[in-house]
Antibody, heavy 119, light 110 residues
Framework: EVQLVESGGALVQPGGSLRLSCASS????????MHWVRHAPGKGLVWVSR????????NYADSVKGRFTISRDNAKNTLYLQMNSLRVEDTAVYYC????????????WGQGTTVTVSS | QSVLTQSPSASGTPGQSVSISCSGS????????VSWFQHLPGTAPRLVVY???QRPSGVPDRFSGSKSGTSASLAISGLQSEDEADYYC???????????FGGGTKLTVL
């Protein structure tokens, strides 16, 4: 069974930066679109970004566009999310997910990493 | 305000059936397939339906999905206590060039 493990979450001040990582237990995810989805306290799931299997095509939610960058290293079976100019409203648990079934069919998820933006 | 609209709550007793609805528009549900996710806060979300009505392996056939026009539904029959969770619909949105989620429906098994 494929496993995803996120890391990099931390407490950071507004305006700061973080880089999240998502390591996969096997290389099969290299053929999948990969996504970042976040869950803020008391709120619903919110899609953040996605990257295609080759790493050349990316999309972002308007709320993070220009501040976050998604990337992947298929040789290392790792997905990244570089987060700059962090805001209080970016506070959330961040999940990485792999989509096997179409653009929104995310069938494998990590356990999440917590990002807290606070002064 | 979520792009896809879901009722905030639903409930049923063990053994009953319940339906959760998801309303969108021509740029998302109207032109793309719908997925449904089960989520217990603090745990990894779980895909229960993809491509409108397909179940991943391991998901009981008590879960079924349907889509008509710009709306979709998730039906759960033979409710069990372990079905108590938050349920989210999701679809690709052509105008936003991204995935949009519903606001989530909290299912309570009484």
């Amino acid at each position: 069974e494929v496993q995803l493990v996120e890391s990099g979450g931390a407490l950071v001040q507004p305006g700061g930066s973080l880089r999240l990582s998502c390591a996969s237990s096997e290389s099969t995810l290299s053929s999948r679109w990969m996504h970042w989805v976040r869950h803020a306290p008391g709120k619903g799931l919110v899609w953040v970004s996605r990257i295609d299997s080759g790493g050349s095509e990316t999309n972002y939610a308007d709320s993070v566009k220009g501040r976050f960058t998604i990337s992947r290293d298929n040789a290392k079976n790792t997905l990244y999310l570089q987060m700059n100019s962090l805001r209080v409203e970016d506070t959330a648990v961040y999940y990485c997910a792999g989509a096997r079934f179409g653009r929104n069919g995310m069938d494998v998820w990590g356990q999440g990493t917590t990002v807290t933006v606070s002064s | 305000q979520s792009v896809l609209t879901q009722s905030p709550s639903a409930s049923g007793t063990p053994g009953q059936s319940v339906s959760i609805s998801c309303s969108g528009s021509s740029s998302n549900i109207g032109s793309n397939t719908v997925s449904w996710f089960q989520h217990l806060p603090g745990t990894a979300p779980r895909l229960v339906v993809y491509k409108n009505n397909q179940r991943p392996s391991g998901v009981p056939d008590r879960f079924s999905g349907s889509k008509s026009g710009t709306s979709a539904s998730l039906a759960i029959s033979g409710l069990q206590s372990e079905d108590e969770a938050d349920y989210y619909c999701a679809a690709w949105d052509d105008g936003l060039s991204g995935v949009v989620f519903g606001g989530g429906t909290k299912l309570t098994v009484l």
